[in-house]
């Protein structure tokens, strides 16, 4: 028998976004919280350019004066270019009250802050902990985990699996469902960017759409030391007909590019450069007994709206408010009160990632006739303000098709 070495309210897998402040929310309110995370800190992770609607849940999670304390890059909107056509979207004017500006993160030291506030707050974090087995059983989980080679129990009430892409549950309990997202693959890496345009807002992250190929796009994302993200998202197809090694094809992509290669002239390319192939992401189910899975480990739909961080962010901030509740024995609807809830704000997204992909979006957003209150409305969206009812892109889909129409028409 494997012994028990721990025992605790909740174990949270992963450490990442959705982790930290569910473990933080939770701890706060005086649960026993044991975060698994089978990495070790700092570490590399996707996700860098953080949406407006972060700050509410970084505030309530009490992370925010930490995250603001470490000079990140300030960040208030979104650029996109398109061959000769350019527009932006400056996110404190947006439909939708609340936060509108945020920050851009290199996610190895934002990680690694969220998960030492978490701590602070009275989570027991542990790295390099894999959490390899799980088992339900008299209203109790029990966790097999994996440490430096030796093996060992966890049991808890509750499980909520924020392990991202490693997708932890999800594999354990068989919930993966092929996504309905075509396969795509995206090859990135950190850049000195050495960028002196004046042309070059670094308030804003710069999405430009490859000058040939519609369904290519690169990233350009600056932080406050002088470096940068950069990286292309493709078909998968795409990509794998282009030769050499994965930091070849990307410069090379990058010299296609057309604006981006402009203010990348002088870069220094001194970093690993990584690649992620087929990431979206589906499941059969958001919860079950004992169990919710946050953020990427349920779902993830595409990098080009930067809608990663904020989902998992709500996620935790749903789940935990449901946790309380069930921890308090009362009687929870997890369909109604987390994963319904949740699906509002994908599908939200969900529609804008394809509208972007069909062109419908980039038709709307290059359009120079879509006036600014259709201009506020994306922008909230844009902000990550994709669960805000009152606006009538997020409670009818639908008219984005329209509006696309009539920009084509204009």
Known sequence: MIEVRHTCDVVVIGAGPAGSVAAALLARRGYSVLVLEKSHFPRFSIGESLLPQCMEYLEQAGMLAAVQAEGFQFKDGAAFVKGDTYDHFNFTEKFSEGWGTTFQVERSRFDQILSQ?????????????????????????????????????????????????????????????????????????????????????????????????????????????????????????????????????????????????????????????????????????????GFALLGNAGEFLDPVFSSGVTIAMKSAFLAANALDRELQGEAVDWATDYAAALKKGVDTFRTFVEAWYDQRLQDVIFSAQKGEDIKRMISSILAGYAWDRRNPYVKHPQRLTTLAELCRLS
């Open 117 to 289: 506030e978490a701590h602070r707050m009275g989570a027991d974090i542990r790295f390099g902990h894999g959490v390899v087995a799980l088992k339900r059983d008299a209203g109790q989980s029990t966790l097999t985990v994996e440490h430096e080679g030796n093996v060992f129990a966890v049991t808890s009430r509750f499980v909520l699996d924020a392990s991202g892409f490693g997708r932890v549950l999800p594999r354990l309990l068989e919930l993966d469902v092929p996504s309905t997202f075509p396969a795509r693959t995206s090859i990135m890496t950190h850049v000195e960017d050495r960028i002196t345009s004046a042309d070059f807002d670094r308030n804003k992250i710069l999405i430009t759409v490859h000058p040939q190929f519609a369904d290519v796009w690169y990233w350009l994302i600056p932080f406050s030391d002088g470096r940068a993200s950069v990286g292309v998202v493709a078909p998968k197809a795409f990509l794998e007909a282009r030769t050499g090694e994965p930091a070849d094809v990307l410069q090379t992509l990058i010299a296609e590019s057309g604006r981006t290669a402009d203010f990348l002239a002088q870069a220094r390319y001194d970093s690993e450069t990584r690649v992620l192939s087929g990431y979206a992401s589906n499941v059969s189910t958001l919860h079950g007994d």
